[in-house]
């Protein structure tokens, strides 16, 4: 709890990791340093919820999630994806746990393992101090993180949506504003809001980053919180990465 808020962490961990080769565990088990990379995503938050700051930690599971059930025990609740639809169709799962409850949630990925304590404790001071329903951390760097969306904002500056790279066109592809996938949204409207995404003709998906549109749509509130180091927003996605993480990690 922070501000007499509630506060939930939903770590989205039930993806195959097919671009890493996963065949016989989940991509969070995948060890960097020594560890899962589950464990480094989860330990921040953690570090929160013993002090006092979240309430819940809730992972999506779905492909040989029992392998990160095992692993993690008690330091988190579970819930199953169990057909892989999405980023959106993920957070879903955790509905009947905590929809309609008055909180800030943070969304995070389980292939996100250098998002520190003060990082989230940035965003959620950033949703408080601005009352925004939709939160949302972005990195500006024209040569890295090339396979983000890309945020779309209008002649005032306003947000509008984000494109991912897979829908965007050759302009927007340009464009050096790239959202982490790191979350904080109102609790209630969140819920409400991801039955509103449609899936995504390409990908047969729901993706999360929809939800901005929604936002946008709605006239909701929504700002965006600058990482202020750039390698934490450094997810995995391919060996190339996992490598990446093992020497950023190793140099702190």
Do not use: C
Request: hydrophobic share 40%; aromatic share 8%; charged share 25%.
């Amino acid at each position: 709890m922070k501000n007499g808020k509630k506060i939930f962490a939903i770590v989205m961990a039930g993806g195959k990791g097919t671009r890493i080769g996963a065949t016989d565990k989940p991509k969070g088990m995948f060890e960097v340093s020594g560890r899962p990379l589950i464990h480094w995503a989860i330990e921040p938050l953690e570090q929160l919820k013993n002090d006092g700051v979240i309430d819940r930690i809730i992972t999506v599971v779905g492909f040989q999630g029992d392998k990160i059930v095992d692993y993690l025990g008690q330091r988190s609740e579970f819930v199953w994806q169990d057909q892989q639809l999405g980023t959106a169709h993920a957070v879903r799962q955790a509905e009947n746990l905590i929809a309609g409850e008055d909180a800030l949630t943070i969304i995070t990925n389980g292939d996100h393992p250098l998002y520190t304590k003060e990082t989230y404790v940035s965003a959620l001071d950033n949703s408080f101090s601005n009352e925004a329903v939709v939160n949302f951390s972005v990195a500006n760097d024209p040569e890295r993180f090339d396979d983000y969306g890309r945020v779309i904002r209008g002649e005032d500056g306003e947000i509008l949506k984000v494109v991912e790279l897979k829908n965007a066109s050759d302009e927007q592809r340009k464009i050096p504003e790239r959202n982490i996938n790191l979350y904080v949204i109102d609790n209630k409207w969140l819920f409400g809001a991801l039955g509103r995404i449609n899936m995504n003709p390409l990908k047969q998906e729901y993706y999360l980053t929809d939800i901005i549109e929604v936002a946008s749509e709605e006239g909701a509130k929504i700002i965006t919180t600058q990482i202020e180091n750039l390698d934490e927003a450094q997810g995995v996605n391919t060996p190339e990465d996992l490598q990446m993480v093992e020497k950023i990690l190793l140099s702190k």
